[in-house]
């Protein structure tokens, strides 16, 4: 018993790091509306400021400054933790007010978008600004000398410390949110705007103030805690922020003291596994630490689902509007026939960048039948794609299983896990559901993408993948001398072609009504009949399928799989160039894969201006962001808005033309 | 469509400093057989014996006198044969993937060879191209390096090198470092053998050194030391040693990392083997020292870093690394020094060579070529990339650049593509040192490999 409360208290440094970024997530959520993704990356921000303090510079974030201000020497704790904590509050505000106020009546999953802008801008600003010494040791802050709390029970005093100054924290924050006019305006705020408006006080102004609260709290716990770690520019980004997105969760994003519990009790308990994996025989040998946690925040999600009182209306999870499903010969024929003609005619480059966006386009579509017609969110669909892709290797490989049964297989092997994930839509909704598939997300990166069983190791020569061959024809990217076959680029383009087509008819028929009637209220949906449980599963099965076929691609494209193109990150990333394109209709799809990540419009930017250098990755989560703000319904959204309003004109100018001339006539 | 991935730098980190370790610490440590240069040893000649270069360019015929070839550059005169156009792929760029150093260290190298030999008296020009870690940037270098011609193709650290497509142009690839599993059978050949080596040498030093029947190992449960631990296992069932396993996490504080230590200790183990590196290091090390273990600890170079060492000070003795050796001064450390001064603009005396971070590898990597080269260049051989790379697959007696392990590509049929299965192993010494044991300078992985 002595080990185990041993190995629980031994976890509370973690622990307290979750619980205090759980806390910053529900301050900012309370505060904005906002589930800010880069809450994390802020929080490293400020500790590198620290940590840099302490070596004696300032480093500013801005490219074409200076790189850093040198004072010459190490400024002491006191300075160090004051400007750094300064800098969390100009971080915070600056975020607010530069980021999420624009946003502030877009959609929900905008601000996702934006969040994942903020997390490539901090992660990229530390790898330029600490490129020579990126993981630094910080020194002590918290008394770090061992305590003996029973026989056999001495453990290092900075956890606890930290732990303890954690709890305080959610007391106070508790505190003011109970006693204080603060406090109950800011609930109000939560649950109306007109609430605060009504006491007031501006909801811009409180958005703002818990920005800055949130950025000082998660400042101030990561400088305390980066002597205890080692600081990288992943470390807070998502080692701690995924397991304290699921402490707020539990905290339902509002609750102060169930968050911070949660987050200590996840730290703990994963320190338990350090025991357990030894005296529990059946203990799982892949992925426990990270994946269980998040099992139970799946599990727990379903079961409390009922019982959340923001259900359905967490975030106001608003969706853009989807326009009408037109299959014609400019939308359909003319893409693909230019897509070919580009294949054929250009070099291989040109055509690297063509199968990249027809690949792109396939998981985007994915997302619009999910998102776009289904009103559900999924922060895992590059987890299904590699599902679907070790899937492939393993049919293909080990079973001899020919193209195309073999892909459509694994895409259904995805389909499987994507209908396991999507079974809390069913009592979760909006954020709660996006965090909900991120974890299921995880659990499937933990517990399947580390198993060499699945994924390979260096004696199998990892996940390898044949040529598609159809009948006596070849139709891989590589074969004999060739090194970029055009065949291949056609093969993906016409994979595209018949999902858009499959995507664009469902949307016109009778299943896709139902998915947008019920995107557009479940209460309303069901009481006309409607069986909301199976559209949504069948949203998930599809959505997922898709998904798989597009990680199928994947797989063909590059002849072997690996987890690194399938984690968390690429599902974010394949959410935000969803999301840029137009998450609601297929030339949204479509608009995705061009403006992907090596995609067309990547590859004829690069060739027309060049390598943006080293703050290329800087330079992009500044466009995300910007793109974010500006079109909230996605490029395509804008392009259509723009050809409304042209048309509109015109037509108006036809109608002035039209009575001027009556008018001339009936002067004459 | 992949975006950046945090995890993956961890361990692609570990397995970059741990070739960085392996090779020029022992590289400039070699207290050797080595007199450092003083006469000019090396003439340069127009002459119909010699370097037969492929082109109607002036043939070149470099005599290398009989010296130690890993010193003679200071003493080669510019290169005059026909230009070498070398495609170099790197990932850099990418939050959590950033390597520039690679690339400029190889391209530091390149403009020293320029002047000092080249390779095999052929001048050199990288052509670089920078993949972002994904399949698809490294699937576009290959092509761009295949539509430029380039008669070689090497990387520093990229995830995804488009085999397939470098097969198909004809056009051979050499590597410094297999990450991934692929890598490992691929149309290819790399410098040295990753994870693989490593953990043939930590079963190599276990049963043969020290006689362990019981290994407790402690590594972090990321998809990358997962494949290594697994291979660590396989390498242990090999040499016939029972072993145990205690995972931790990618994020642990030092108090996690203690609880590691306490329960690998715990099953009373004759050895203890941590896979861990960065943050991993100094926890582990801190924790075993807080808790008094005794057990006797090996790990990977990364351990022995002056970071590490000058954090955890004499709670490191017990603590040996594989790939570390003794750190003394050689006359390849004046020529790393003078070669890299322009890089890192700094004085060329300040230059530590165990301090050069992942840089090293493009270093390691261009310079051992060029050594080859010098060699190939010796047998009356023309001097290509598809003759340098047939050289080294079956060439003896070849050494990595500064003075590492020996070049034996093809030494393990299960591992095609790995040409050097050596490593020192060194061992902390109370007062800052690190030390090589004696009987470890060059301990055999191949009879140990998983």
């Not at chain 1, 968050?259 to 426990?288: C, E, H, N, R």
Request: hydrophobic content about 50%; proline content about 5%.
């Amino acid at each position: 018993m002595t080990d185990y409360l041993f190995y629980l208290l031994l976890g509370s440094g973690a622990g307290a790091i979750m619980a205090a970024f759980g806390l910053g997530l529900v301050l900012t959520y309370q505060g904005s509306g906002v589930v800010n993704f880069a809450f994390g990356g802020m929080a490293m921000w400020n500790a590198y400021v620290y940590a840099d303090l302490r070596t004696g510079s300032y480093p500013f974030p801005i490219p074409g400054l200076p790189g850093r201000y040198h004072f010459g020497h190490d400024v002491g704790f006191r300075w160090a933790m004051s400007l750094s904590l300064l800098t969390a509050v100009v971080v915070g505000l600056l975020v607010y007010l530069l980021v999420f106020r624009p946003l502030r009546n877009a959609p929900a999953l905008a601000k996702v978008v934006a969040s994942i802008g903020l997390v490539i801008v901090f992660t990229s600003l530390v790898d330029r600004r600490f490129a020579d010494k990126i993981t630094i040791r910080v020194k002590p802050t918290l008394p770090r000398r061992p305590v003996t709390i029973a026989k056999g029970l001495t453990i290092p005093r900075d956890g606890l410390w930290l732990a303890v100054i954690v709890i305080a924290i959610g007391a106070v924050l508790w505190a003011i949110s109970r006693f204080t006019r603060i406090g109950l305006v800011t609930r109000a705020a939560a649950e109306k705007e007109k609430g605060a408006v009504l006491l007031g006080f501006s909801p811009d102004m409180l958005a703002g103030l818990t920005f800055v609260v949130a950025s000082l709290l998660g400042g101030l716990i990561a400088i305390l805690a980066a002597p205890m770690i080692q600081l990288s520019s992943g470390v807070f980004t998502f080692g701690y922020l995924i397991p304290a997105l699921g402490a707020a969760l539990i905290g339902k994003f509002r609750n102060i003291w169930p968050t911070v519990i949660t987050g200590m009790a996840i730290g703990m308990v994963q320190s338990t596994f350090t025991k357990l994996q030894v005296d529990v025989s059946w203990f799982p040998k892949y992925g426990a630490r990270e994946g269980i946690p998040f099992l139970i925040i799946i599990v727990a999600m379903v079961v409390l689902g009922e019982r959340l009182p923001d259900r359905g209306a967490v975030a106001g999870w608003k969706l853009p509007a989807v326009p009408q499903s037109k299959v014609t010969v400019a939308t359909v024929v003319l893409p693909a026939g230019l897509a070919v003609v580009g294949l054929l005619a250009l070099g291989p480059l040109w055509r690297g960048a063509i199968m990249t966006s027809a690949i792109a386009a396939v998981l985007a579509l994915s997302l619009v039948v999910l998102t776009g017609f289904g009103g559900q969110t999924s922060l895992a669909q590059m987890a299904f794609a590699g599902i679907a892709g070790f899937g492939l290797s393993k049919l293909a490989m080990n079973w001899d299983i020919p193209f195309p049964i073999a892909p459509i297989l694994a895409a259904l092997i995805a389909t499987l896990f994507g209908v396991l994930v999507g079974v809390p839509a069913l009592r979760v909704r909006g954020t709660n559901l996006a965090i909900v598939t991120l974890s299921g997300g995880v659990a499937i990166s933990e517990f399947i993408f580390k198993n060499p069983q699945y994924v390979g190791d260096a004696s199998t020569g990892g996940a390898k993948i044949p040529n598609p061959k159809l009948g006596g024809w070849d139709l891989g990217l590589v074969l004999g001398t060739k090194s970029s076959r055009p065949i291949f680029g056609i093969f993906l383009v016409a994979v595209a072609l018949v999902l858009a087509l499959t995507v664009a008819n469902i949307r016109r028929s009778a299943t896709g009504r139902r998915m947008l009637a019920i995107r557009s209220n479940e209460r309303a949906a069901s009481a006309i009949g409607l069986d909301v449980a199976q559209v949504k599963m069948l949203v998930f099965a599809l959505s997922s399928f898709i998904a798989g076929i597009g990680g199928c691609l994947i797989a063909y494209r590059f002849s072997t799989v690996s987890d690194v193109s399938y984690g968390t990150v690429a599902s974010l990333t394949a959410l935000a160039v969803a999301y840029l394109g137009g998450i609601t209709s297929v030339s949204g799809a479509v608009t995705s894969g061009i403006v992907a990540a090596s995609g067309i419009a990547f590859f004829a930017t690069s060739r027309v201006i060049g390598s943006l250098g080293a703050w290329e990755a800087f330079i992009g989560g500044v466009l995300l962001i910007f793109t974010a703000i500006q079109n909230p319904e996605g490029i395509a959204g804008a392009f259509r808005l723009q050809a409304a309003q042209a048309k509109l004109k015109k037509e108006q100018k036809q109608l002035k033309l039209s009575q001027a001339s009556l008018a001339e006539t009936s002067v004459a | 469509m992949n975006g950046p991935s945090f995890v993956s730098r961890r361990s692609l980190t570990a397995c970059a400093v741990l070739a960085i370790g392996a090779l020029v610490a022992s590289g400039c440590s070699s207290d050797s057989k080595k007199a450092v240069v003083t006469t000019a040893a090396v003439t340069t000649t127009a002459a119909p014996a010699g370097v037969t270069t492929t082109s109607g360019a002036p043939e070149v015929t470099t005599t290398l006198a009989p010296k130690d070839p890993s010193a003679i550059f200071p003493d080669l005169a510019p290169p005059t044969g026909k230009e070498m156009l070398i495609g170099f792929v790197n990932t850099e760029g990418t939050p959590g993937l950033d390597f520039p150093d690679i690339r400029k260290f190889s391209v530091g190298v390149a403009d020293y060879l320029n002047k000092h030999g080249g390779m095999g008296g052929r001048p050199i020009k990288i052509e670089s191209c920078v993949a972002k870690g994904s399949p698809e940037t490294s699937q576009q270098c290959a092509q761009e390096l295949i539509a430029k011609k380039v008669e070689l193709v090497l990387t520093g650290l990229d995830l995804f090198p488009d085999y397939k497509a470098y097969t198909a142009a004809k056009i051979p690839v050499i590597g410094v470092l297999p990450i991934l599993p692929g890598d490992y059978t691929a149309d290819a050949l790399y410098l040295t053998g990753g994870n693989a080596t490593t953990v043939g040498a930590m079963a190599a030093a276990a049963k043969n050194y020290y006689k362990a029947a019981n290994v407790a190992i402690i590594s972090s449960d990321n998809a990358g030391a997962t494949g290594t631990r697994v291979a660590l296992e396989a390498s242990l069932d090999v040499a016939g040693i029972k072993h145990t396993l205690v995972t931790g996490g990618d994020n642990e504080t030092d108090a996690g990392y203690q609880g590691l230590m306490r329960q690998a200790a715990q099953t009373n183990p004759d050895l203890l083997v941590s896979l861990y590196s960065d943050a991993g290091c100094i926890g582990t090390i801190r924790g075993r020292a807080a808790l008094a273990i005794q057990i006797p600890v090996l790990t990977t170079s990364i351990c022995s870093g002056k970071d590490v060492i000058s954090t955890v000070g004499d709670d490191a003795v017990g603590w040996s690394f594989v790939g570390s050796s003794t750190k003394k001064d050689s006359p390849e450390l004046l020529i790393l020094q003078e070669m890299l001064a322009p890089v890192l603009k700094v004085e060329a005396s300040t230059i530590d060579p165990t301090a050069l971070g992942l840089g090293a590898l493009g270093m390691i990597e261009t310079m051992s070529l060029a050594v080859f080269a010098n060699k190939l260049a010796e047998s009356g051989t023309a001097v290509t990339g598809k003759s340098l790379y047939k050289y080294l697959q079956t060439a003896k007696g070849l050494h990595l650049w500064p003075n590492g392990a020996e070049i034996e590509c093809g030494a393990s049929a299960k591992y095609p593509t790995i040409c050097s299965f050596t490593f020192p192993i060194a061992e902390y010494k109370a007062g800052g040192k690190v030390e090589t044991i004696p009987g470890l300078e060059a301990v055999k992985t191949v009879d140990f490999l998983p």
